[in-house]
């Protein structure tokens, strides 16, 4: 008897939720502000871009064979506290999710996260046959959860996703919440901590993944080079860990990784501190400036540490994004990231966010 080719596939990747990105620019012959995928409001580093420039009359030969040139880069940037193979690199941050849950997850196999969260936690973790569980943030501030994470471990599980500041909520892990958390979980258990928006948390009690890496935690910190060096459009992140950990992920990296302009445009960027700074400055003036409108107009926010806010939108979610993208204005509803009812909102550049303001007191009839 024969069978069709859909006998062999795999279960576990029948159709389900997947990942839906931003909404790009439609074309429209009036202004519109894209406040909707948390990109950076200045463009891209100059000196990315010229090194992505000077790297075009190179493009008919391969690139490097490894990622070594990016990682020794990464260590410069980290003061010297790390050694390059204690990094990974890849094609976006969300390529490093994919390599570490090749790595360590098998059909079966489980991993925690906490919504609303980055969705590629779940869809990425479905892909392996994974049983994902989520133990929310609590309410009313979007709280780690920390007992009914350690509750929820298991001898299947793997990977925890833990994210700070947290996208979309902007919320962040206190370092005694922490410290606490790592005092506490299984040291057979990989914590991928995200911390991609770490440049714009100024908290005094903020805490990257680095002391704990450092102390030798199975802890791997996760980042991009999308938001804070504007390079959203070459797709490359890095994550770092132990060398135990890296050395082992290593071995199904795939050669030829990095594309020669993402790579060139990555260790540019990294030089980069000037545009660095003035990124950081504009996010931490214009979170000031929106936070200070919200509470004028009455609007339901939640303090963020990122790049962008989730509020209670004063409309149903789609019909205030609908009545801000009237105005010129592309927001982000939250629903697929475990947040019903709510819309995150992209920091820009003064000229962006006097725009939304305007925007909200129109719709709003203020």
Known sequence: MLKSIESIFKAHLEPKEVYKGGKNIPPSHKKIYKLSSNENPLGASPKAIAAMKAALDHIDIYPDQTDIRLREALVKDFDNQLAADQFLCGNSGSEILDILLRAFVSEGDEVIYSNPCFLPYS???RWYGAKTIDIPLLAPNYDLDVEGILNAITDRTKIIFLTSPNNPTGTYITKAVMDDFMARVPQNILI?????YRHFADAEDYVTALP?????HNVLGLNSFSKT?????QRIGYGYTTATIANYVRLIH???LLPLTSLEAAIGALNDTEFIEQTVQTVLEGRKFIAKAFDELGIKYWPSQANFFIIDPPF???????KM??????VRPVSQFGAPGKVRIT???QEANEALVAALRHIMQL
Do not use: N, Q
């Open 316 to 322: 149903p979610e789609m019909e205030f994004t609908d």
């Open 123 to 125: 869809v990425f973790s």
């Open 254 to 256: 795939k050669p030829f």
């Open 347 to 349: 920091i820009g550049d």
């Open 192 to 196: 991928v901590f995200d911390e991609v």
């Open 325 to 330: 993208m009237e105005e010129g204005i592309m």
């Open 229 to 233: 060096y504007g390079l959203a459009g």
């Open 212 to 216: 704990y890496v450092l102390a030798g």
